[in-house]
């Protein structure tokens, strides 16, 4: 009953501030989407800030031929599976229920775009403390579009369709 409450009351109390800690990878339900453990807080779902993946997209109304899709959803996830790990600790930033993730040295949120494996998304207000954040994805981005990177290499015109759509 005690972690129930701490998972439903945790967005109400980090809404606003930034806060700094450490957690345990629990799930990984999809690319932008993770669930750590943290003492304090216990369990935390953690969408990741400003990151959108062809896994995470449901319903699409870009003409993208179903075989293509799976292909783009498979390589996305494979990707986020090989590069964060179950029961491995990690470093969160967290404002307005938004996380911005440390995979050791580097920040997750932006490597998962420089990769070409995830666009840059606007679903949600900006926090004010990841403002600065959100123009490095959006040159991350551009980066990995212009030299062919990932999902880019294959699948661009699908990906600026999933884009696009994502921004409505």
Known sequence: MKIFLIVVLLPFFLYGERITLYGILKEKYRAPLLRFYNEDYGYIDCPIFGVNTPDNVIKTNC?????????????????????LYLEQKYRID????????????????????????????????????FERFKDRLI?????????SKGLWHEWEKEMMCLKNEARL
Do not use: W
């Open 63 to 83: 003409e993208i031929e179903p075989r293509k899709f799976k292909k783009m959803a498979f390589y996305s996830k494979l990707y986020m599976q090989r590069t």
């Open 94 to 129: 967290i404002a307005d229920n938004q996380c911005i993730l440390y995979n050791g040295g580097k920040i997750y949120n932006s490597q998962l775009i420089s990769s070409g494996n995830g666009f840059v998304t606007h679903l949600r207000p900006t926090p004010i403390e």
């Open 139 to 147: 040159r991350e981005e551009g980066r990995a579009r212009k030299n």
